[in-house]
């Protein structure tokens, strides 16, 4: 739809869609270790020169996450001084890149099949370059759905983003399932306190085969992303800082129309010359909720039942986990969704509140069938329930806000610092699941860790809902340059009320 005055949703729609396959990018590369881990720990089990432990196979497993919070720190200086186009397109070269070494970590340096550390290392290393091109796609990606959508729309637009991760999620699941095919996941012996064995009655393709092609799967998405990003325009807010206010403002005339776009390049003009200092321009508080933010997303725990979500079905003893994990990401797709066609109607706090509250409950339901005996149905529905209030709340919903809350002059610089937060607690709430899950305590043996961890997050869902309720300002309907307005006002209002404290 095409008008001067109304402007053209359809190069908006077709621009915000470019840009969300790179939150479907991120979800794959995410998600394709649930399905691949336990073939990848059959195979290093395999090695002779080293010992392949749980804390090794949890740090393997969430190797990515380091590259994560590498591209993620990178991703303001990426985004403020080459942009937030190219920057996409470097993301999609490392995605690209990650796949096939993933694939044949061994190409050019070892023998092809041969577990040993130094081909852990490289196999960890093509996970890292992965995970830098995750790390920027999952600042850059909401921040330049935010910067070219008008205020009206603009959550649902960058909640789409939420939907697409959650979509590339299940897209693996079903990749990594028709790839499994008739074989199985191999058969893993504990002989020790930290110490493990595959069954030889292990299905050998699985070991040395399936997990290449689920990781490999990956390069003709990330192929056709990079391709795509060629044809989008720059964001228009980044050009209004850069002075190149003629190509601004021709972006912003063809999806807003002439007369609104006008408007806003003179309302981006005028954000851009209160405050030009830095980070702390407008304060420590619009940081610190930022922050927070990212890091209740990732401490609720949510990331660990995604990447093992094979492994824990497997434990409940309830029919094939790969159906379960399929069945799962379905559920989380229906319940994304809803968070789309809401966000702009009930607004950003009440969907965080509740469904930190529905996550407490799924959390704790399981947590609770740990130690009393019931039916394993209770747990696995009881999970669905803790996934399915993340992806209607926390999931879509924190990117929105931190794509909104930050001041113009800030906003590459301050999500950089907000998304890193939101990997490292991603790569400690991943990499300590494994260990903690497996913990022991006395009669309760390995029932007691599979307790502890649920109600660990449980209880931090809980403390998330009074940090929204107490903390975070509601964006709803508000243009970027209004929410700029808001902070500058609260950090004069501060120093105002800091001089006359020191008179």
């Given at each position: 739809?095409?008008?001067?005055?109304?402007?053209?949703?359809?190069?908006?729609?077709?621009?915000?869609?470019?840009?969300?396959?790179?939150?479907?990018?991120?979800?794959?590369?995410?998600?394709?270790?649930?399905?691949?881990?336990?073939?990848?720990?059959?195979?290093?089990?395999?090695?002779?020169?080293?010992?392949?432990?749980?804390?090794?196979?949890?740090?393997?497993?969430?190797?990515?996450?380091?590259?994560?919070?590498?591209?993620?720190?990178?991703?303001?200086?990426?985004?403020?001084?080459?942009?937030?186009?190219?920057?996409?397109?470097?993301?999609?070269?490392?995605?690209?890149?990650s796949a096939l070494g993933s694939f044949w970590p061994e190409f050019m340096v070892?023998?092809?099949?041969?577990?040993?550390?130094?081909?852990?290392?490289?196999?960890?290393?093509?996970?890292?370059?992965?995970?830098?091109?995750?790390?920027?796609?999952?600042?850059?990606?909401?921040?330049?759905?935010?910067?070219?959508?008008?205020?009206?729309?603009?959550?649902?637009?960058?909640?789409?983003?939420?939907?697409?991760?959650?979509?590339?999620?299940?897209?693996?699941?079903?990749?990594?399932?028709?790839?499994?095919?008739?074989?199985?996941?191999?058969?893993?012996?504990?002989?020790?306190?930290?110490?493990?064995?595959?069954s030889s009655a292990s299905d050998q393709w699985t070991i040395q085969t399936g997990?290449?092609?689920?990781?490999?799967?990956?390069?003709?998405?990330?192929?056709?992303?990079?391709?795509?990003?060629?044809?989008?325009?720059?964001?228009?807010?980044?050009?209004?800082?850069?002075?190149?206010?003629?190509?601004?403002?021709?972006?912003?005339?063809?999806?807003?129309?002439?007369?609104?776009?006008?408007?806003?390049?003179?309302?981006?003009?005028?954000?851009?010359?209160?405050?030009?200092?830095?980070?702390?321009?407008?304060?420590?508080?619009?940081?610190?909720?930022?922050?927070?933010?990212?890091?209740?997303?990732?401490?609720?725990?949510?990331?660990?039942?995604?990447?093992?979500?094979?492994?824990?079905?497997?434990?409940?003893?309830?029919?094939?986990?790969?159906?379960?994990?399929?069945?799962?990401?379905?559920?989380?797709?229906?319940?994304?969704?809803?968070?789309?066609?809401?966000?702009?109607?009930?607004?950003?706090?009440?969907?965080?509140?509740?469904?930190?509250?529905?996550?407490?409950?799924?959390?704790?339901?399981?947590?609770?069938?740990?130690?009393?005996?019931?039916?394993?149905?209770?747990?696995v529905v009881s999970i669905m329930v803790y996934s399915a209030s993340f992806m209607?709340?926390?999931?879509?919903?924190?990117?929105?806000?931190?794509?909104?809350?930050?001041?113009?002059?800030?906003?590459?610089?301050?999500?950089?610092?907000?998304?890193?937060?939101?990997?490292?607690?991603?790569?400690?709430?991943?990499?300590?699941?494994?260990?903690?899950?497996?913990?022991?305590?006395?009669?309760?043996?390995?029932?007691?860790?599979?307790?502890?961890?649920?109600?660990?997050?449980?209880?931090?869902?809980?403390?998330?809902?009074?940090?929204?309720?107490?903390?975070?300002?509601?964006?709803?309907?508000?243009?970027?340059?209004?929410?700029?307005?808001?902070?500058?006002?609260?950090?004069?209002?501060?120093?105002?009320?800091?001089?006359?404290?020191?008179?």
């Amino acid at each position: 739809m095409t008008n001067k005055d109304t402007g053209n949703r359809t190069f908006l729609f077709m621009i915000v869609l470019v840009a969300v396959c790179g939150g479907l990018l991120f979800g794959y590369d995410t998600a394709v270790i649930s399905g691949a881990e336990k073939g990848l720990q059959a195979f290093f089990l395999g090695a002779h020169d080293f010992v392949y432990t749980d804390i090794i196979h949890g740090l393997t497993s969430s190797s990515a996450l380091i590259g994560c919070i590498i591209g993620s720190a990178l991703s303001g200086i990426f985004a403020a001084r080459i942009g937030r186009k190219k920057s996409l397109f470097v993301a999609g070269v490392l995605f690209l890149l990650s796949a096939l070494g993933s694939f044949w970590p061994e190409f050019m340096v070892y023998e092809k099949g041969v577990p040993h550390f130094g081909l852990l290392i490289v196999f960890n290393i093509y996970r890292v370059i992965g995970g830098v091109g995750v790390g920027l796609a999952s600042a850059i990606c909401p921040m330049y759905i935010a910067e070219v959508s008008p205020a009206e729309i603009r959550g649902k637009l960058v909640s789409w983003n939420q939907f697409a991760i959650i979509f590339g999620q299940l897209v693996v699941y079903f990749v990594n399932f028709l790839i499994l095919g008739e074989h199985t996941n191999p058969i893993i012996e504990k002989i020790g306190e930290t110490v493990y064995q595959v069954s030889s009655a292990s299905d050998q393709w699985t070991i040395q085969t399936g997990w290449r092609y689920m990781f490999g799967s990956e390069a003709f998405v990330a192929a056709v992303f990079t391709l795509m990003v060629c044809f989008v325009p720059e964001s228009p807010r980044y050009l209004a800082l850069k002075g190149k206010d003629n190509k601004a403002l021709s972006v912003l005339e063809k999806i807003n129309g002439k007369l609104k776009g006008r408007e806003i390049l003179e309302n981006v003009k005028a954000t851009l010359k209160e405050e030009k200092g830095s980070l702390l321009s407008f304060g420590v508080l619009v940081i610190f909720i930022g922050i927070m933010l990212s890091v209740f997303q990732q401490a609720v725990g949510i990331n660990a039942v995604l990447y093992y979500a094979p492994r824990i079905f497997d434990s409940m003893g309830m029919g094939n986990p790969m159906v379960q994990t399929v069945i799962m990401g379905i559920v989380n797709i229906a319940f994304t969704l809803v968070a789309i066609f809401t966000v702009e109607k009930w607004g950003r706090k009440p969907l965080l509140i509740y469904g930190s509250f529905g996550m407490a409950i799924g959390a704790i339901g399981v947590a609770v069938s740990n130690v009393i005996a019931v039916s394993p149905l209770v747990p696995v529905v009881s999970i669905m329930v803790y996934s399915a209030s993340f992806m209607f709340s926390w999931g879509p919903i924190c990117w929105v806000l931190i794509s909104e809350i930050f001041p113009n002059t800030i906003r590459s610089g301050a999500m950089a610092i907000a998304v890193a937060f939101q990997w490292i607690f991603n790569f400690i709430v991943s990499s300590s699941f494994v260990p903690m899950y497996n913990m022991t305590l006395g009669d309760m043996g390995e029932s007691f860790g599979h307790f502890f961890v649920y109600a660990l997050y449980g209880g931090i869902c809980i403390l998330a809902a009074w940090f929204v309720s107490a903390l975070v300002p509601e964006t709803k309907g508000k243009s970027l340059e209004q929410m700029s307005a808001l902070w500058a006002s609260k950090s004069k209002k501060a120093k105002k009320l800091e001089l006359e404290g020191s008179v």
